[in-house]
């Protein structure tokens, strides 16, 4: 098989691709010639071994090849990895042919009917693409770029703002408007309104616009079903960079000529306590604004006119917190505010936010990446000035189809069967329901989060960090402890931190280091290193201010949790002694612990429980004398006290007395064993010849010293069957008469050898005077071992005494003689 050096042309294909066939079928056909020992010939000839081999090599590097030019192909699955679809040797062939050599050429056959149906007009590109696939930006290197959640060396802008920002606790927020467009009652007006139901002097009383709103006359364009106005394409619209008064002064003039405009922003909270807003989001249907507000912080309350005219409709989307940012920041409010999100939350949408939107009615997409995006970079890279500008740029088309959508919802509901039994719903009832609800959302006030040190209390307390870790013991509701005292101060310590330095608290310490600062306390400055994988740059700074505050919280949570109690004087050393039921051993010279130490292992800071009355005792009890939770009036260590002189004729005396008893009966200080008294003599145990087996069982004997052991004196009796352990060994008898196993003898039966056929009485065993395998020494007992184990080898039959083995058989001749191997290494038959 050969192959082209050059590209071939058109008409040189088709010659080539018979000669690739020809190949082909030659080369199968010397294949299938081969025989089937080939094994053996190749072992036999050494030259057909070495062809074999180089054409086994030239046949792997060919498919290695082939499937190199496989794993090009997009649809190709198998060839994923560098180094993953190679034939390494012949044997490749045989174990993983399937999935190296068949996979892959079927999914080529699959691409090459595809590629013929297009070509033959088979199969059709669609004439609109619906969400076509959009490539990622990608850098030189051919990874996606990363999106910046946040540049540790970034200047922070709030040092330039000439509004300087006050993080002080406690100080409320007061209005700072100098001009109040567009209103109804002047600036300062104390609006009371009767559908409340309440005094309005709270927090709704601030908002300067609050009459404006709830006496507003919605546009009648607002309620009238309109074909959607298509949207321009993104790269097509208009956009202005907005960071100069002039630039304001533009914007402004032509925000004065439309009828509906889109409001977005884009904030940052994470070098910053309270936050600031780093863009603002105009559109209209014409073109797009992007409003810098580092620049023109103190000026965009000029547009207060626009945003408070409600004639013009101010779109947004989730404008809870909008509304927050706008009061806090530049001292905007919102008139005449149409939300989305309430609009879909009215339309029963499964999804409500602004990216599903967007691809329900703009089949536009929105990269999430740079949701989380440190938007004070400065100039903003295009990828996210795109993303900023597409968050208003299909809003104001949205805005008409929920709007057509919610009427037509309407029109729907009057004409169901449900509808016709009742009232029929109005044609603006759905969306006056979306309006209600973003004009409660645009009343909202701005009021700075107070932080309650004492109670911990609040969104950012210490006590709902507690709660909501799951920490129970660090909160109000635990019981006082050193880790709660340490958990208050570094929560403490943080948040005034975080407000001298403008940063958020997270920033200065997150919410995991303070858990575990809490749990391991450090005691010095390298345990406080040590704690943290990397340091914040704040804590790094003050970690000795932070040091202090860990050891001051130390001590208190201590001293609160270790009182010194007030124990009665202990006896003297001369006077404890240790008393005991066999012997009296003085301790008078023995040292007495000192009472701080005593303190601190029994004592406990919380006095006893005392009650006002008592079922019991009657009324007239007397609360105790502060004392230990563990103190007695009675120590066999030191003695006993006697009690305190009181009248004996009353309820007190009676309680105390009973109190003193009990007392007697605890003993807290460790107590010195008594040493037993060893018993001299031995016990004689007898065995009893009842019917029932368990009588003649022999209890434990306890062991006793060879030297403590009495000899007992033991007549032997004829014909008298002595017990030793379970062993019965029966003497001759001095009669002739025999005896046969069933009991019965030779003689006659009469009275007399009845007598004499009773059985004796057994005499009494010398356990003192019988050998114990405690009493010998290792050597003797070894000796005595091997003694008898030659005796037993010696033996001419290789039995064992009758004595030893009793009434059982003598072992087997395989099982008692000693195993060995084949010593001689000789075999015999």
């Known amino acids: 098989m050969g192959s082209s050096q050059t590209p071939l042309t058109k008409s040189e294909f088709d010659a080539y691709y018979s000669q690739l066939q020809e190949s082909a ?4 056909k010397h294949a299938a010639g081969l025989p089937a020992d080939l094994g053996f010939h190749r072992s036999v000839d050494s030259d057909l071994a070495r062809t074999l081999e180089i054409c086994s090599n030239r046949v792997v590097a060919i498919t290695n090849s082939l499937l190199g030019l496989a794993s090009t192909i997009e649809s190709s699955k198998s060839s994923k990895g560098k180094g993953k679809a190679r034939m390494q040797d012949e044997d490749d062939f045989l174990d993983r042919f399937g999935t190296l050599i068949v996979e892959p050429m079927d999914q080529l056959f699959e691409c090459a009917d595809i590629a013929l149906d297009r070509f033959s007009g088979r199969i059709k590109e669609p004439a609109i693409l619906i969400n076509p696939p959009k490539p990622k930006k990608v850098s ?82 607002m309620f009238q079903t309109q074909p959607p106005i298509p949207y321009k394409a993104l790269e ?80 947004l989307h989730g404008a809870d917190s909008d509304v927050v940012w706008l009061q806090q920041d530049f001292n905007l409010y919102l008139v005449n505010m149409f939300d989305t999100f309430h609009a879909s939350k009215v339309l029963d949408f499964p999804r409500h936010g602004l990216g599903t939107l967007l691809e329900m009615y703009c089949d536009f997409s929105p990269d999430k990446r740079y949701q989380l ?52 719903t109005a044609p603006d009832t759905f969306v006056r329901e979306v309006l209600s609800r973003s004009a409660e959302t645009s009343l909202r006030v701005y009021t700075p989060e107070p932080y309650d040190a004492e109670g911990g209390t609040g969104l950012n307390g210490w006590d709902t960090l507690a709660r909501r870790w799951n920490k129970p013991t660090l909160g109000m509701d635990g019981v006082p402890s050193l880790q709660r005292e340490v958990f208050r101060a570094v929560h403490v310590w943080r948040d005034r931190v975080a407000r001298e330095e403008d940063e958020s608290t997270g920033y200065v310490l997150s919410n995991r280091f303070v858990l575990k600062l809490v749990e391991q306390p450090p005691a010095d400055m390298a345990a406080l290193t040590h704690a943290f994988s990397s340091m914040p740059p704040v804590v790094r700074r003050r970690a000795k201010e932070l040091l202090d505050v860990i050891r001051d919280a130390v001590k208190k949570g201590l001293s609160a949790a270790v009182e010194e109690p007030v124990d ?35 004592s406990c800071n919380k006095a006893l429980p005392t009650v006002a009355t008592s079922s019991l005792f009657g009324t007239t009890i007397a609360p105790p004398r502060a004392q230990s939770l563990y103190s007695t009036s009675q120590s066999s260590l030191f ?54 087996p368990t009588d003649g069982a022999i209890t434990e004997i306890p062991f006793v010293p060879a030297p403590l052991r009495q000899a ?14 379970q062993r019965r ?64 080898l010696r033996s001419r039959k290789g039995l064992v005494a009758a004595s030893e083995r009793g009434s059982f058989p003598a072992t087997p001749k395989d099982r008692r003689e000693v195993r060995s191997g084949n010593m001689t290494h000789t075999f015999r038959p």
Request: net charge neutral; aromatic share 6%; with cysteine.
């Open 236 to 315: 097509e619209t208009p956009f202005t960079w907005v960071s100069t008064r002039t630039q304001l002064a533009e914007l402004v003039d032509k925000l004065r000529r439309v009828r509906e405009i889109a409001v977005d922003l884009e904030y940052h909270s994470y070098r910053t306590y309270r936050g600031f807003v780093c863009l603002m989001q105009i559109s209209t249907r014409e073109e797009d604004w992007i409003v810098d507000p580092f620049e023109l912080r103190d000026e965009l309350e000029d547009l207060n006119e626009i945003f408070t005219n409600p004639n013009i409709v101010k779109v």
């Open 729 to 792: 060994t029966k003497r001759k008898r001095t009669k002739k008469a025999e005896i046969d196993v069933d009991g019965s003898a030779d003689i006659p039966s009469t009275p007399a050898t009845i007598a004499k056929s009773e059985p004796e009485e057994i005499a009494p065993f010398d356990f003192a005077s019988a050998p114990n395998i405690l009493d010998d020494s290792p050597s003797e007992h070894s000796e005595q071992e091997g003694r008898r184990r030659g005796t037993r």
């Open 712 to 725: 007992v004196k033991t007549e032997v009796v004829d014909d008298a069957i002595v017990v030793v352990g």
């Open 25 to 28: 079928l030659k080369a199968t």
């Open 140 to 221: 030189s290197s051919g990874r996606q770029l990363p999106v910046i959640q946040h540049l540790p060396h970034l200047p922070k802008p709030q040092l330039k703002f000439k509004r300087k920002v006050d993080n002080t606790n406690g100080v409320p927020w007061f209005l700072a408007l100098r001009h109040k467009f567009n209103a109804q009652v002047p600036l300062g007006y104390n609006f009371r309104s009767v559908s409340d139901g309440k005094d309005s002097d709270g927090v709704l009383s601030l908002h300067p616009y609050r009459y404006e709103v709830n006496n507003l006359a919605y546009p009648a364009h």
């Open 568 to 602: 009665p004087p202990l006896a003297t050393s001369s006077e404890a002694t240790i008393r005991s039921d066999k012997m009296d051993i003085d301790t008078s010279s023995a040292p007495t612990l000192p009472t701080s130490r005593l303190n601190s292992l029994w």
């Open 639 to 692: 003695g006993s006290r006697p009690p305190p002189a009181v009248p004996k004729d009353n309820v007190l005396s009676r309680f105390r007395d009973v109190v003193s008893k009990i007392h007697s009966t605890l003993v807290v200080a460790p107590t010195v064993p008594a040493v037993p008294v060893l018993a001299i003599s031995a016990e004689v145990i007898a065995i009893s010849t009842s019917d029932n």
């Open 373 to 424: 995006a440190d938007w004070r970079i400065r100039p903003l890279p295009d990828e996210m000035l795109k993303y900023a500008r597409a968050d208003t740029h299909f809003l104001l088309n949205v805005y008409d189809n929920l709007r057509n959508a919610l009427l037509d919802r309407a029109v729907s509901h009057s004409a169901s069967p449900t509808s016709r039994a009742g009232s029929p």
